[in-house]
């Protein structure tokens, strides 16, 4: 059985994730600032960025398979690393459009129209923007149904940013292949989800004869 925690522990364990998780990101900076990120920091930053994002992608979407399977009920997390992924993701982009384009606006409009990579990166980031906007108490009461119907954006947008991945370098790498691989374990698990379910009912019934 999952231990009771005091509303204030929960929030206080909620704080910590989102301080842990950012601290990759100011650590990369600060690495940055002080000259140690190799002969193109602004490459190494935007790829550190871009990994961070992909590694709360797979956190958030694990976060049901868990729990379906009793491994672990991280529910209270998952707004948590949702918005983890979105931050990284707009940190990411920013990177890129700031450092790397010097926010010309037209080179960044053509690589978005030209480049495929980019095209299905800007399309991930923009399907995150609504979860983002409405991953808050107040939306969920107020959207009711539709908010969890709205939220299941958050598997075209991790499709998107396992294509992005894959195309974002000529050869795939070892960890480029584990954080594909298991994003496509993870979209694959919601199309078997109702089945797993139905499973488990039966198996609750048949243990409550
Ligand atoms: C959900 C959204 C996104 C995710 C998860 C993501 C993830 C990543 C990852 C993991 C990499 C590293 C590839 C590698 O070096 O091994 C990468 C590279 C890159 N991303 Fe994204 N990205 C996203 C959105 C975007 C957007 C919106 C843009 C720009 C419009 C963008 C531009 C780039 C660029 C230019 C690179 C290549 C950096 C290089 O040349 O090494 N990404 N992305």
Redo the contacts with the bound molecule.
């Keep these: 059985m999952a231990a009771k925690l005091s509303p204030k522990m929960q929030s206080a364990l909620i704080w910590g994730l989102y301080a842990l998780g950012l601290f990759p990101a100011l650590w990369t900076f600060w690495l940055g600032v002080q000259n140690q990120l190799g002969a193109d920091p602004v490459?190494a930053f935007?790829?550190t960025l871009?990994?961070w994002?992909?590694r709360f992608?797979v956190l958030t979407l694990l976060v049901t398979p868990l729990r379906d399977f009793n491994l672990f009920n991280g529910l209270r997390y998952r707004r948590a690393l949702g918005l983890l992924a979105f931050y990284y993701?707009v940190m990411?982009?920013l990177t890129?459009?700031v450092l790397?384009q010097t926010l010309a606006l037209n080179a960044?409009v053509a690589?978005?129209l030209k480049r495929p990579f980019?095209t299905f990166?800007?399309l991930?980031?923009t399907l995150?923007i609504p979860l983002a906007v409405t991953s808050n108490s107040w939306s969920i009461k107020r959207l009711g149904s539709r908010w969890n119907l709205l939220h299941k954006l958050i598997y075209p947008?991790a499709a998107?940013?396992a294509l992005?991945?894959s195309m974002?370098?000529k050869v795939l790498?070892t960890q480029?292949m584990l954080y594909i691989a298991l994003l496509i374990l993870l979209l694959a698990y919601r199309i078997l989800r109702p089945q797993v379910l139905q499973a488990k009912k039966a198996r609750r019934l048949q243990g409550a004869r």
């Design positions: 490459k935007e790829h871009g990994v994002t992909i992608l993701a990411h982009f890129y459009a790397d960044i690589d978005v980019i990166g800007m991930g980031l995150l947008a998107l940013a992005h991945y974002a370098t790498g480029q």
